[in-house]
Nanobody
Framework: QVQLVESGGGLVQAGGSLRLSCAAS????????MAWSRQGSGKQRELVAN???????NYADSVKGRFTMSRNYAKNTLYLQMNNLDPEDTAVYYC?????????????WGQGTQVTVSS
């Protein structure tokens, strides 16, 4: 079983910054895909950023130049640095991964962390 624990959300004023973390634990052989998604109130979940193993990081147009996804390989932790935040960024942010485990390829979601940007 793999667990994802997100942290770092909170309330910030427009123009401010937050860094989200997603710590993965469990019997992970390798990461295939890592991503951050978000879902605002009354909105559909949308992909914010993702990276496929060995590939480049991709960002939604709405966050390009403001958000940066990175990873600490030693700690199996995924980060999302969010700068110049806008009230439109208010949402629950989720990390999700596709990993190889001893029982095959599995897909996991974190529990989500709330980000609220005030104007």
């Amino acid at each position: 079983q793999v667990q994802l624990v997100e942290s770092g959300g909170g309330l910030v004023q427009a123009g401010g910054s937050l860094r989200l973390s997603c710590a993965a634990s469990g019997r992970i052989l390798s990461f295939k895909t890592m991503a951050w998604s978000r879902q605002g109130s009354g909105k559909q979940r949308e992909l914010v950023a993702n990276i496929i193993s060995g590939g480049r990081t991709n960002y939604a147009d709405s966050v390009k130049g403001r958000f940066t996804m990175s990873r600490n390989y030693a700690k199996n932790t995924l980060y999302l640095q969010m700068n110049n935040l806008d009230p439109e960024d208010t949402a629950v942010y989720y990390c999700n991964v596709v990993v190889a485990t001893a029982t095959g390829i599995r897909y996991y979601w974190g529990q989500g962390t709330q980000v609220t940007v005030s104007s």
